[in-house]
């Protein structure tokens, strides 16, 4: 079965459409009020079809999933009367079957290649780490470790970092802004189910935080999305304190399903202090938290 069967009833352009339709406010495209009462939020499907310069009975058609193929004009058009977002216009036409499903990676794909390792043991400044598009953290630093997780101690089916994100309460204390993190997490995996329609992996892990987290249920059905960026994110680190990072992602080139994420701090600032502290306190004897393909190359040293 695939993810958007099990997660958006088979229908996920249909969803997609109704969600970003019911966002939109009629004043910001400028639909004058006719005095009708609004039954439900945002545009109706005629004022959508007006400004999308197509039938009523289509939106319907889409909307109910009768229609699954659409003509690339014709989701121009749509992205243009919806106001998408760069990232909301990309989610748009991978789900409408435009451009074709991304291969399921073979299992080859979860293991990361050993230069990659060496790199990662060598960045002693900077935490970082190594995931796939489901955010499981396949290999990892001693100051990531320190900054985020013990991952080493975690079972690897729970190294993932949407999952801790949501059902486990240490990691989610780590941030000072939970709802935006979480919604951003949320936003990304939004992004990856419509890339990866038949990756069983991700729809199992959707369906778990959707059966224990009432969050994750709301803001999933919001069927918000965002692609890989550059942000910043506010820890309250119990060891660091308050400290501000940026979260650049690098593309693996040897492995397209996997990114390169690395921390790094504005020089100069309270938050570069606080991250050296941080990685001078993970660089104790006792504090040796490396993921084990790290620690052996450090033991080759």
């Not at 919806?82 to 989610?91: G, K, V």
């Not at 293991?111 to 400044?125: A, C, F, G, I, K």
């Not at 990892?140 to 309460?169: M, Q, S, V």
């Not at 492995?255 to 790094?264: E, K, W």
Request: hydrophobic share 40%; glycine share 6%; aromatic share 6%.
């Amino acid at each position: 079965m695939d993810l958007q069967d099990n997660a958006s009833g088979g229908n996920e352009l249909g969803n997609f459409l109704r969600s970003r339709r019911a966002a939109l406010d009629p004043h910001q495209v400028g639909l004058p009020d006719d005095g009708r009462p609004r039954r439900v939020p945002g545009l109706r499907r005629e004022e959508l079809a007006q400004l999308g310069h197509v039938s009523i009975d289509y939106i319907v058609r889409l909307e109910q999933g009768r229609t699954r193929r659409v003509s690339r004009p014709v989701l121009d058009a749509l992205a243009d009367a919806l106001q998408l977002a760069p990232d909301e216009r990309a989610y748009l036409f991978t789900v409408a079957d435009v451009t074709p499903s991304a291969p399921t990676p073979r299992p080859g794909g979860q293991q990361v290649d050993p230069h990659l390792q060496q790199l990662l043991s060598t960045m002693h400044d900077i935490p970082a780490m190594v995931l796939n598009r489901r955010m499981d953290v396949l290999a990892w630093n001693r100051g990531a470790a320190a900054l985020l997780a013990d991952f080493g101690a975690l079972a690897p089916a729970e190294r993932n970092l949407i999952r801790l994100t949501f059902l486990d309460d240490a990691y989610r204390a780590l941030y000072a802004d939970w709802p935006r993190a979480a919604r951003e997490c949320v936003a990304v995996l939004r992004m990856e189910a419509g890339r990866h329609p038949k990756d069983q992996a991700l729809a199992t892990l959707i369906g778990e935080l959707s059966l224990r987290d009432p969050d994750f249920r709301t803001w999933w059905a919001g069927h918000r999305v965002r692609g890989p960026r550059r942000l910043a994110k506010t820890y309250l680190h119990p060891v660091a304190g308050s400290i501000t990072l940026d979260v650049q992602q690098f593309s693996v080139d040897t492995q397209p399903d996997q990114q390169l994420v690395a921390y790094t701090a504005p020089p100069d600032s309270p938050s570069q202090e606080a991250l050296r502290f941080l990685l001078q306190w993970a660089a104790r004897p006792d504090r040796a938290n490396d993921s084990p393909a790290t620690q052996d190359n450090h033991r080759r040293k």
